[in-house]
């Protein structure tokens, strides 16, 4: 190989002026590009204009894969015309794997893999080399693309991705048969060598398939494989690339093929006879057998359906076919009686639902067995003679009376007497009884169809040998009725008429029902009672199909002379004997619109103005409330003013007085100074001093000298003073009705000294420092004599 390397390299040096190699040549793909003429600048070396050759021509270089050797794989040798082994030019490689995968040496130019590939990893590596000026680090030649090809060695075998596989194939079918496709893969390379020809082949399962090596298709080798004989096959299947020669790699998987089945086996019986015993009481309907026929087949090809072939006695038996074991069910279709006939004979033919008809050359697809059936005797009770009695009597049909009878025989060869019964448990016993020997029923009690239309009971019969047989009939007794009952109104009507109601109008559709049990087309009539048909307000129009109309006679109606109307309705029915009744009705007169639409159908609508609804009802109720409201709110301010007329200012100085908290009723006076007592009417006429004379000269309590900051209250009062002295109107001496009186409910009584009737001395006040500290303010105030001039208090 280095030989090779080496002659191609010299060649190229020779022919070529020195152009850059690979010295790997590769027959398959050589990218020989032609020289062509490029202008360089390289500085201080050539001119500007002088013409080369351009240095790179590539090719294609290779690599084995899964190189195992101690040292680097060799892969090529990069070389430039403008490297003259000066040591000048520096190569540089990029692109995948450069430096890791592959080295190139600088100088030199040679690359090499530095670890071991693997195509099925990477194929191929593009890689970018160039040549550098190593003192300028200026590249002498334009950046050029090459590929790395990793050359494939056969290390890997062929692999079943789908298997194991799992085929079938009919039954029987002939050689060549398709079976199934199998695909092995092979990771290696297909377009280099053969390591990737992969060839089929079995191993195991011969003779009864084959496998073609190119393809991998599976089929059938040998004809007419039947399911019943072997079902399950398993075939071993190889593929081995290099194209199946000495030295390739093999993969294996396994198939399994199943035998589908077909319709290729016959029903057969395992006898030609069957023999059944079956009891003369066997009810109709139960299976009294089982007969099986046996089919190889599987699933819907083993399904069989049996038949019973006419003949002797087929008639009084059916055959089924049970979906779960294929067997044949035989059923009775009719009494069996031992006495009548002893024994059947018939036969059953039993053949498949599917039929292939591939196989219909083969014989009839089908197979008769013969039924042999005994009938065994057993002492039966006694049969009655209807299975059902069904009997009719009116509900006034007296105690005693007979209304029916019932009939059962001992059927047996030695024939019992019958004695029959009422079954005690069922419901209506006690209404009826029966004769216990001749079978008759007779009524117990009175019926009333109203309370039960109908009873239903049975009756028993029992052997006189054998009570222990028995047997028993239910038997239906309807109760007819008798007219007893008189039809009514259905259901209470809410009639109304409008006030403007014409004459003729229908206002009320009614109908009538009857207790009793009506008879087809029977018929109720409706008429007014004779006392309610002079000048009637109303009628009654019958229209003849159970149902009537109310009819106004007049026109317009009025709430206001009368509201309701009560109308006597007479019904009858059409039934023996006629019955009737008389229902009232009753008709309201009711506000309408002119449509006919009722508006208003209360009593306290007759007195409300035409036209208001309730809402201006409403709204005219709640002024009055609201003006009712604030007159009572006016009389009573006038009354809280009335009482106050005498406080003109609220800063009227005698209100000061409620700031002497010691003064007054001590703890118990709460509400302190009620300046209100000065001016109470009642107060001033209980005084009896007499206002219009000068009043006699009092003895009033000392009191000290207004101290200044009384200036105010003095002021007020003398001004007080001075305009009532003016006031023509005013009486005389007004300051006793302005402050004879203080305080109202006090335990001290009044403190004040203008209400004082002494004329004496003036008075003694140490008494108060004996009430307490709470008054020791108003002892210290009255403590000390003071002159007092009562003509300045007018």
């Known amino acids: 190989m280095l030989t090779r390397n080496c002659l191609s390299l010299l060649l190229w040096v ?21 020289p062509t003429e490029n202008v360089l600048h390289l500085p201080g070396r050539r001119s500007h204009f002088q013409r080369v050759k351009r240095g790179w021509v590539w090719n294609q270089f290779f690599v ?59 194929p191929f590596y593009t890689l970018r080399a160039q040549a550098v000026d190593i003192e300028t680090r200026k590249p002498l030649e334009p950046e050029s693309e090459f590929i790395i090809k990793v050359q494939d060695i056969n290390d890997n075998e062929p692999k079943f991705l ?86 390739g790699l093999a993969g294996t998987t396994i198939v399994n093929i199943t035998l589908t089945d077909v319709n290729d086996n016959p029903p057969r019986f395992p006898k030609s006879i069957f023999h059944l015993k079956v009891p003369e009481s066997s009810p109709i309907g139960s299976a009294i057998g089982r007969i099986r026929a046996v089919d190889p087949d599987f699933g819907q090809n083993a399904e069989i359906e049996y038949n019973i072939v006419p003949g002797d006695g087929g008639n009084l038996f059916d055959i089924v076919t049970d979906e779960d074991t294929q067997e044949g069910v035989i059923k009775l279709k009719k009494p069996l009686d031992f006495e009548t ?111 039960t239309a109908q009873y239903n ?3 028993i019969a029992s052997k006189v040998s054998n009570p222990l047989l028995s047997s028993k009939v239910n038997i239906l007794i309807n109760v007819l009725d008798v007219n007893e009952f008189p039809p009514e109104i259905s259901v209470p009507y809410e009639t109304a008429v409008c006030e403007n109601a014409k004459p003729g109008q229908i206002i009320q559709i009614v109908s009538a029902a009857d207790r009793d049990l009506s008879p087809a087309g029977q018929q109720f009539s409706f008429r007014l009672s004779p006392e309610a048909a002079v000048k009637p307000n109303f009628t009654v129009r019958d229209f003849r199909n159970n149902t009537a109309g109310i009819e106004t006679r007049r026109n317009g109606y009025s709430r206001r002379q009368q509201e309701l109307y009560f109308l006597p309705v007479v019904i009858e029915d059409s039934s023996y004997p006629v019955q009737s ?96 007592a ?35 209250i003095r002021d007020f009062i003398n001004q007080r003073l001075q305009e009532n002295d003016v006031d023509p109107t005013a009486p005389p001496y007004d300051s006793l009705a302005t402050y004879a009186y203080e305080g109202n409910g006090s335990v001290a009584d009044s403190l004040s000294s203008i209400d004082s009737l002494t004329t004496e001395a003036d008075q003694d006040y140490d008494y108060l420092a004996d009430w307490g500290p709470r008054f020791k303010v108003l002892a210290d105030m009255f403590g000390e004599e003071e002159s007092y001039n009562p003509d300045k208090v007018t």
């Open 162 to 247: 789908d298997g194991p596989y799992v085929a079938s194939v009919p039954e029987m079918s002939p050689v060549g048969a398709y079976v199934l496709q199998v695909k092995a893969t092979d990771a290696d390379d297909p377009t280099y060598g053969n390591s990737a020809r992969v060839v089929y082949s079995i191993l195991q399962g011969q003779p009864y398939f084959s496998i073609d090596p190119k393809t991998g298709v599976i089929r059938t080798a040998l004809p007419n494989m039947d399911r019943e004989v072997k079902e399950q096959y398993q075939v071993l299947i190889q593929a081995k690339d290099m194209g199946g020669q000495l030295g």
């Open 341 to 451: 006939k002893k024994a059947y004979t018939f036969k059953v033919e039993a053949s498949n639902l599917h039929i292939d008809h591939r196989f219909h050359s083969a014989g009839p697809f089908k197979d008769t067995a013969t039924v042999k059936i005994s009938v065994l005797d057993i002492d039966e009770p006694p049969v009655f003679s209807k299975p059902l009695y069904t009997m009719e009597v009116y509900e006034d049909t007296p105690v005693g009376t007979i209304i029916g009878a019932v009939t059962a025989q001992d059927l047996d060869v030695g024939s019992s007497a019958v004695r029959y019964f009422i079954d005690w448990k069922s419901d209506g016993d006690s209404y009826f009884t029966i004769d216990g020997t001749e079978g008759t029923i007779a009524t117990n009690e009175l019926l009333d169809r109203e309370s």
């Open 64 to 122: 084995l894969e899964e190189y195992m050797g101690s040292e680097p794989q060799y892969v090529g040798k990069l070389h430039s015309d403008l490297d003259k082994g000066e040591g000048t030019v520096k190569y540089t490689l990029s692109g995948d794997g450069a430096g890791t995968v592959f080295t190139i040496d600088e100088t030199t130019g040679d690359i090499h893999a530095i670890r071991s590939l693997d195509r099925e990893e990477k």
């Open 581 to 676: 009744s008389t229902n009232t009705m009753t008709i309201r007169v009711c506000r309408c619109d002119s449509d006919g639409t009722i508006l208003s159908c209360n009593v306290e609508a007759i007195f409300l103005p035409v036209g208001l609804s309730t809402g201006a009802l409403i709204a005219i109720l709640l002024c009055i409330v609201i003006l009712l409201a604030i007159v009572v709110l006016y009389v009573a301010l006038r009354r809280q003013k009335k009482k106050d007329t005498l406080m003109t200012s609220k800063e009227d100085i005698r209100d000061n007085v409620i700031h002497y908290d010691d003064e007054g009723g001590g703890e118990e006076d709460t509400q302190a100074f009620d300046i209100g």
């Open 457 to 459: 009971f049975s009756i």
């Open 678 to 712: 000065l001016r109470n009417p009642k107060v001033i006429e209980e005084n009896k001093i007499r206002r219009d004379i000068k009043p006699d000269s009092l003895c009033l309590p000392r009191q000290r000298p207004p101290v200044e900051d009384n200036t105010d």
């Open 14 to 34: 020779l022919f070529d002026g020195g152009l850059l190699t690979p010295l790997q040549p590769q027959p398959q793909q050589t990218l020989a590009t032609e």
